[in-house]
Structures are given as structure tokens and as C-alpha cells.
């Protein structure tokens, strides 16, 4: 049985529960969390049978086969380096840290000590997206030319989420002094994975952030002020040569979840849109499908979740690509963006 303990029984732990039972030979056999109450609700729903409320007290005492780290950004390098420095496999949520610095740190922590170290960009675990990485490192679109993607949501503008105004719910996402990164760090880190992962390294950004005035008195809830960036365009460079424009934006009125990209290559191109589809994509492909603008719909079978291939690494011991030094990279890419932003000019990504 791989043993799993769990850090951070909030929300999104609940996903990872119910992820992690449909996995034959796993169970998460300790939890942590700063709330007894929380952790206790969680535990009792979970059947898990050990609670913490210090995670070096766990890492300590329990015999684990992995980490979970589902803890809010700030806490993911603190963590995630005691659970290296332990030898332990470490799956951890998206982003890698809430910084460049610390996603350095914990990129060090595993080359310092080798273990399985995972990010969990969400989207990877989409089977459309999977096949059509395989498809353009096959080639089979040429050399890379022009790249179009997006993240639109609109829950600013619609109330289809719930209404913002109305709590401090929302404020992680919309309020610098929360610790918001605004859409570049909410999901502008799911885009940049996204299209890295298909596209190959970005060497160059270009990027501005904006926030609007949301017609709030004062601009704050409470004592927040409502300053995180709600819109992002960059336009970028790949290592290998391409151009393409990367967005993101909660403004975007019609769209609740809307994950695209579009790669054009000088053979072919490949479209990916998750808001239609989770398990397929588009080509146009081949001088006839080229020449006369043919578009194919291709229905991929099913790939293992980002849970699935943690446990299958740790039965293994073989490292799975999503890891720390890819989840350092996209840490790059925001970190530089920000960058661009102030100075109004392209940044060279190191």
C-alpha cells in the first residue's frame, strides 16, 4: 500500500481525496492542518486515521510514502523542502512557491536530495492536451511559427460564480495585501504551463498587467484594498524560434472556465480547447488538409491523472515531467512578466 500524508485540508484537499480513492492501493494515512476543526471534519470524511496540526511533527512520526502539500501558495516552499530533506515524494499544488526566489530553493532541495517531485498543473491531466504535446514534438507541424492562447474567465463582470461584493471569500484573488498575484497568478499559471508544455521554453516576454476600476466604493473590501491585476497580455518568444501571444483575463463576459491554444507551425497546425473538450483536439495536417483549410476533430483515449502518475512514480522511482524544475520555469515566467510590466520593455527569461 503507498501511505500518503496530506497537508492542508482546505477545499481543494477534498479533490485530492476523491482523486487519490479511485487509486487501488492508496490511502492517505495522516493529515495536517493549522485548524483542528478543519483537519478533524476532513479526516472523519476521509476515514483518515491520524490528525496534526505541525507538519514536521508528521513528517517526523509517521512512515510515509509521500507528501501531499495542498496548502495555500506562501506555505508550498517551507513545506515541500522539510518533506525533501525527509526523502520523501512530494506532490505539490500549482504554483511552485509564491515567488521566484523560494521556487529556486525548493528546485535546490531536489537536486540536494533526489526524491519524486511533482507540481499539480491541473490541466495535464486533460488527455487532449497530452496527445497533442505528443503530436507537435513529433513534428508533424513543422517548425514552429505562431502560437495564439488564452484563460478567460468572467466571474468580475457575472455573478455566475457568486457575487464577489458580497464577502471576503474572493479577496486571495484580488487583493495584493491578501498575497494575490492577481489572474497572472491564479490562472495566468495554468497558460503559461500550458502552452510551454506544447510549445517548448518561452525565452522572451513582453507583458502588461491591468486592473479596472470595479465600481466599488473606495476600491476595497474591508480593509483590502482591491489592487491585484485582473488582465494580462504577453507577447512571447520560444527557444525555438517562435512567436506567440499569451492572455488572461476575468473581464472576459460570456466565458466561465475557458482554456485555449493554438499552434501553428509551418506544416500544420493543432488546436486544443478545453472548454469544449477534455479528451480531444483539432489538426490540420498534410498538403491537402493545408491547402484547402481541413480541420480534423481526433478523440484521444484516456490518460492517468497528475494523481495517478505521483503514485505511479513513487512505485517506480521514475520522475514524472511535471516537476519542480518545470514548475520553477512557469515561477520564471511570472516573475518576469511582472518585470516587463513595470519597465514597459521585453525581458530576456534566463
Known amino acids: 500500500m503507498i501511505g500518503l500524508g496530506l497537508i492542508g485540508t482546505g477545499g481543494m484537499a477534498n479533490h485530492h481525496a476523491t482523486q ?32 496534526y496540526n505541525d507538519y514536521l511533527e508528521m513528517l517526523e ?46 528546485l535546490a532541495a531536489v537536486d540536494r536530495h533526489p526524491v519524486i517531485n511533482m507540481v499539480n498543473f491541473s490541466y495535464r491531466n486533460s488527455s487532449g492536451l497530452q496527445a497533442a504535446v505528443e503530436v507537435v514534438r513529433s513534428g508533424a507541424l513543422g517548425q514552429l511559427r505562431h502560437v495564439e492562447s488564452s484563460y478567460l474567465q468572467s466571474w468580475l463582470a457575472s455573478r455566475g460564480w457568486g457575487d464577489w461584493r458580497t464577502g471576503d471569500n474572493w479577496l486571495w484573488r484580488l487583493s495584493t495585501k491578501h498575497g494575490s498575484m492577481g489572474v497572472l497568478g491564479d490562472i495566468g499559471v495554468h497558460i503559461y504551463d500550458m502552452t510551454s508544455f506544447l510549445c517548448g521554453d518561452i525565452s522572451e ?84 488538409h493545408v491547402d484547402h483549410f481541413k480541420w480534423e476533430t481526433v478523440k484521444c483515449p484516456p490518460t492517468p491523472t497528475n494523481y495517478e502518475r505521483f503514485v505511479n512514480a513513487i512505485r517506480t522511482g521514475k520522475q514524472d515531467p511535471s516537476d519542480f524544475a518545470n514548475g520553477a520555469r512557469i515561477q520564471a515566467y511570472l516573475h518576469y512578466s511582472v518585470e516587463s510590466d513595470k519597465t514597459g520593455q521585453r525581458v530576456v527569461v534566463p
Open 61 to 106: 512520526k509517521e512512515k510515509l510514502d509521500g507528501v501531499d502539500n495542498v496548502t495555500p501558495d506562501a506555505m508550498h516552499a517551507d513545506i515541500s523542502i522539510a518533506a525533501v530533506e525527509k526523502g520523501l515524494p512530494i506532490l505539490c499544488e500549482k504554483p511552485l512557491a509564491s515567488n521566484l526566489a523560494d521556487a529556486e530553493r525548493m
Open 20 to 51: 487519490y480513492s479511485k487509486i487501488e492501493g492508496v490511502k492517505i494515512i495522516a493529515c495536517c492542518d493549522v485548524s483542528k476543526e478543519r483537519a478533524s471534519a476532513f479526516a472523519a470524511k476521509w476515514q483518515v486515521p491520524r490528525i
Open 205 to 288: 516576454i513582453q507583458c502588461t498587467l491591468r486592473t479596472f476600476d470595479k465600481g466599488v466604493p473606495g476600491n476595497r473590501i474591508g480593509d483590502y484594498v482591491l489592487d491585484a491585476n485582473e488582465s494580462f497580455v504577453s507577447t512571447v518568444s520560444f527557444k525555438n524560434g517562435g512567436l506567440g501571444t499569451i492572455h488572461a483575463s476575468r473581464w472576459a463576459v460570456g466565458h466561465a472556465n475557458s482554456l485555449r491554444a493554438r499552434v501553428c507551425g509551418d506544416q500544420g497546425a493543432i488546436e486544443i480547447d478545453l472548454d469544449r473538450s477534455y479528451d480531444e483536439y483539432r489538426i490540420c495536417s498534410g498538403q491537402d
